[in-house]
């Protein structure tokens, strides 16, 4: 093992030539990227992982369901209001 590796591959902490400025820029693309391909995702296998409700409102017309989705594809999670 050379010196500033790790065990895991391709992961330096000695000698990285990343500044933090750069990281955080990378990051920033990275999270762009991502937000680019869960909005084209049409999201074909959202799962239904949760259902909250709240049924405790003094007017019942205020009671509602909050249904909770994630994506396995693109990783999007959302929440979706029903009456
Ligand atoms: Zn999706």
Same mark, same amino acid.
């Given at each position: 093992?050379?010196?500033?590796?790790?065990?895991?591959?391709?992961?330096?902490?000695y000698?990285d030539?990343?500044?933090?400025? @750069?990281?955080?820029?990378?990051? @920033?693309?990275?999270?762009? !990227?991502?937000? !680019?391909? @869960? !909005?084209?995702? !049409?999201?074909?296998?959202?799962?239904?992982? #949760?259902?909250?409700?709240?049924?405790?409102?003094?007017?019942?017309? @205020?009671?509602?369901?909050?249904?909770y *989705?994630?994506?396995? #594809?693109?990783?999007?999670l *959302?929440?979706?209001?029903?009456?």
């Amino acid at each position: 093992m050379e010196p500033g590796e790790t065990d895991a591959p391709g992961l330096f902490i000695y000698g990285d030539p990343m500044t933090a400025q @750069q990281i955080t820029d990378k990051i @920033q693309k990275l999270r762009d !990227k991502l937000r !680019k391909i @869960q !909005k084209e995702c !049409k999201h074909p296998n959202a799962v239904n992982y #949760d259902t909250r409700c709240d049924h405790g409102n003094y007017d019942p017309s @205020q009671d509602c369901c909050f249904l909770y *989705w994630k994506c396995p #594809d693109c990783l999007d999670l *959302w929440t979706e209001e029903t009456r």
